[in-house]
């Protein structure tokens, strides 16, 4: 996957993971357990791809 891909879909997931903690404030208490879940799995693909970022902007280094 080419960085731009990687930063595109990393802005994406910052974006949802802002959502989805606007939406657990404002949720009703049965709701929350549901959308913290959800921001979860979210904060766990941002991880993911800023590592893949970090990784691939790191990579053309290592073959100097």
Known sequence: MSIRLIAKDLYRLI??????????????????????????????EHERLRRALDGNKESPQQFR
């Open 15 to 44: 974006r949802e993971v802002s959502e989805l903690q606007q939406r657990i404030d404002e949720a009703q208490p049965e709701k929350k357990e549901a959308l913290q879940d959800e921001l979860r799995k979210v904060k766990a």
